[in-house]
């Protein structure tokens, strides 16, 4: 999974000016979801940050890998979705950055935010989607 993330790391880069956002999107949401999640940390790694991969893709309690984060692990949840992100899945992974004491979590998605970026019981919750998720692949941008 590594191998082929590595693989459409390099292609995203080389070849996403040949792309529109949507088609960018819509590509990511057909991949496998474990290469996505590879592809997620390898984004972080690229930006320079240091990332933590878990030991196995299933059983993974609600998180997907780590990136390192002024010395805090932040959780990463990755999900591929076709329509609007599912209320409750932020809902858990929010309990999931609760039980782990950090600042905050990152959830990653290629689905529609909708009503749900903006509920404040998920201030510990970082949505990335659209836009943001593109630039997760562009090393030049930093913000995250």
Do not use: C, M, W
Not at 2 to 11: H, L, M, P, T, V
């Amino acid at each position: 999974y590594i191998r082929r993330a590595k693989g459409i790391y390099k292609r995203i880069n080389t070849e996403k000016n040949n792309y529109t956002h949507a088609q960018l999107v819509s590509f990511l949401r057909h991949i496998n979801p474990y290469v996505f999640e590879e592809l997620l940390l390898i984004a972080f790694e690229q930006k320079g940050y240091h990332i933590i991969r878990n030991h196995s893709y299933s059983g993974d309690g609600g998180i997907d890998g780590h990136v390192v984060i002024d010395k805090k692990k932040i959780p990463i949840q990755a999900k591929r979705y076709s329509s609007y992100i599912r209320r409750e899945h932020v809902a858990a992974f929010a309990k999931v950055v609760a039980k782990k004491r950090v600042p905050f979590g990152y959830f990653i998605h290629t689905g529609r935010t909708g009503s749900v970026g903006g509920d404040p019981s998920y201030t510990t919750v970082r949505i990335i989607s659209g836009q943001r998720l593109i630039n997760l692949f562009d090393r030049s941008i930093i913000d995250i």
